[in-house]
């Protein structure tokens, strides 16, 4: 029996060496042909490593999707311009958004399906070493933030009848990692942060100066290209999603986060410590 194997194993490596470069390429082709097509099927979600996306992050590892139905894969980005690029260009079906840039893509002229709103908001942390705890005290600083953007409205909002001293410049920073970078390494006054990044600016003694949530509206949105879901095949995937998240949600909301912080770490790369620390939020189902 061993003796048989063994010629079978030598059998295959010769069949292998005899297999000339050019048969090799061709086989990589094909291989990588086969993984676009596959990849051209599955339906596509823009995500960032926000805590509005730890749905879809949880429903994907714990199998919450169903895969008879719907092969469905999130493709992760750190700012939000490029997950507008992605559904703009169609290499995305949808994305995590908010209604600022939703409107920003639709004026452009590509349709899209408003999904459901989510429960994505930001606050605005000021550096601690800045000495700046009030939003009067903002002018002649620098406020890390993206332009066109639900950030960009806030900023408005929040300035909005407040005296300060001078002008308030608001610098464009677009990945949210860099952001808080800037803000820990004393490049920027202050910055528009989402969860979790807003609580690990807190565990580094940055003060927290406005919150969204004060205006009691939402924000972010998932988004759907119209033009690139209209077949059935794709409504069909759209309501697998659909159910996933939704599975998600209910679990999240009733275990807590900390069940998942295997989850939470592998695609957000914080500790135990931030994990502990986040705000409690409700995860609210797709309605549609």
């Known amino acids: 029996m061993e003796k048989t194997l063994l010629y079978i194993l030598v059998a295959a490596m ?22 676009q097509r596959q990849d051209s099927l599955a339906l596509k979600i823009a995500v960032m490593p926000t805590l509005d996306c730890l749905p879809v992050f949880v429903a994907k590892d ?3 999707f169903d895969t008879t139905r719907a092969d469905i894969r999130q493709k992760m980005f750190y700012a939000q311009m490029d997950c507008d690029t992605a559904i703009a260009g169609g290499s995305v079906e949808g994305a995590f958004s908010d209604i600022i ?22 606050l605005l942390m000021a550096n601690h070493k800045a000495r700046i705890t009030r939003l009067s005290q903002l002018g002649d600083k620098m406020i890390a ?12 909002r929040a300035l909005n009848g407040v005296k300060t001293k001078s002008q308030v410049f608001r610098i464009q920073v677009n ?14 006054d202050a910055a528009w ?20 949530r004060n205006m009691k509206e939402e924000f972010g949105v998932i988004i759907f ?32 986060v900390m069940t998942y912080k295997a989850v939470l770490e592998k695609y957000y790369h914080i500790t135990p410590s931030i994990i502990q620390s986040l705000p409690k939020q409700k995860f609210t189902h797709i309605s549609r």
């Not at 840039?101 to 994505?120: C, H, Q, V, Y």
């Not at 933030?145 to 408005?156: G, I, P």
């Not at 990945?175 to 920027?188: A, W």
Request: net charge positive; hydrophobic share 25%; proline share 2%.
């Open 145 to 156: 933030m993206t332009r066109h953007s639900a950030t960009d409205v806030l900023s408005d």
């Open 175 to 188: 990945d949210v990692r860099i952001r808080l970078s800037m803000l820990q390494n004393n490049e920027m």
């Open 193 to 212: 942060l989402p969860e979790p990044y807003a609580t690990m600016a807190k565990a580094n003694g940055h003060n927290q100066i406005y919150d969204s």
């Open 62 to 64: 714990r199998e919450m």
């Open 101 to 122: 840039r939703a409107e920003r893509i639709e004026n452009k002229g590509i349709g899209l399906d408003r999904l459901s709103p989510t429960n994505l908001s930001w």
């Open 225 to 256: 290209n119209r033009k690139k879901t209209r077949d059935q095949r794709r409504k069909e995937q759209i309501k697998a999603f659909i159910k996933g998240y939704n599975t998600a949600c209910d679990s999240i909301n009733k275990y807590g």
């Open 14 to 35: 010769m069949f292998s060496c005899g297999r000339s470069e050019e048969e090799q390429r061709r086989i990589t082709r094909q291989e990588r042909k086969e993984l």
